[in-house]
């Protein structure tokens, strides 16, 4: 049978597929600003103005190049532009001349700014180059795009590795308050962030719990940890400490583990791997709180942002955002069950999911 090729897309139908299929220039466009730190250069607050060619001088860019990134930006609630009297094409976009609204805003916060930059990263956009291969197989392709898996690839590439440590580092500053508030970790002795990176978390957790946690470790590659690559500390307190290591390996003995956006990075295999080194070296009665986005089991809810940090995971590592039975099946077969979902009210703040041994 001959394909039917006659459908006819409706105009205004494909306007609406147009607006939205270029999606990824908005990405480069904030990972643009960001790095140029062009928020702050326009100045702090709405009632500032400043044509393109302004800030472009300041951040040394091109006026015209930089005025057709704002203009773009403004199309999608980013800034907003100022009438003026002058005629602009795009050969004088840097005649353009902007303000700031509650978004772009936003970026004068430095954590925000590594954020986007982690967001727009080379390895983060480069896999998208094997992302059709990646839905077709039902595997991360990301190999193909560079040319090995992403942590072999950050363990070559330190500046960008450095790039990723700290747009992690943003997102977990702002959301631990809430984490090390959601679960009461001053009933351990002794606690991991197993994966803990820069050691924020901890810091936060030690600052909420002065009593009762006498000791802190961050467990993490060498290459990550603040103290073993040079970085400064980002916690004072002396019950922190810092072990390197390899959690498919083994990790320090305590009383409760933390696994914050560590699971979500692994396939069901892969994390009753690092589950089953947990349980080889957790103290008698002692706990693993695993802190992730929860996705809505009733498909009620398609929240934009862990939807696309699902598909992000898809891409880079072959993982995934889980629902609750998703994790309940995930910890069958491992010495551990579910105690509790302790579950997230805040947008965009994960939950935190207790395991006990069964
Ligand atoms: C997505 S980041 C999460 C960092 C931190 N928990 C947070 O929420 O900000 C994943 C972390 O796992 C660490 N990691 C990856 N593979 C590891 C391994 N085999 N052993 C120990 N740490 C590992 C990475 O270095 C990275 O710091």
Redesign the pocket.
Known sequence: MQEDNSFKAKPNDIVKLQNIYNGYQLTACLNCVARLDVASKLGNSVDAKRSAKEIAKDVGADPNYLGRVLHTLVANGVFQEVDNSVQIKNSNAGERVFKHNDVSLTLLDPLVRDEMIMTGSIAFSRSQESFTDTVVTGKSQIEKALGEDI?VY?NKNTEEQVEF?KG??A??TRTSPFVASNFDYSQFETIC??????G??LNEILKTYPNGIKKAIN???KY?LPSMNGLSLVCNDPRYTEVD????ASVPSVDCY?????L??WDDEKSREILNVISKSIKPGGKITV?EHLVDDNNKENDLFVSSLDLLMMQLCDARERTKSEFEEMVKGTPFKIEQFIESKVPHIQSTIVLCLK
């Open positions: 942590w950050y440590s992690m580092t997102l977990t962030d197993v994966g803990g990176s820069h924020v978390l467990f993490d590659q990550i290591g390899d959690f498919f933390i696994l914050k956006t560590i979500h990075d802190v």
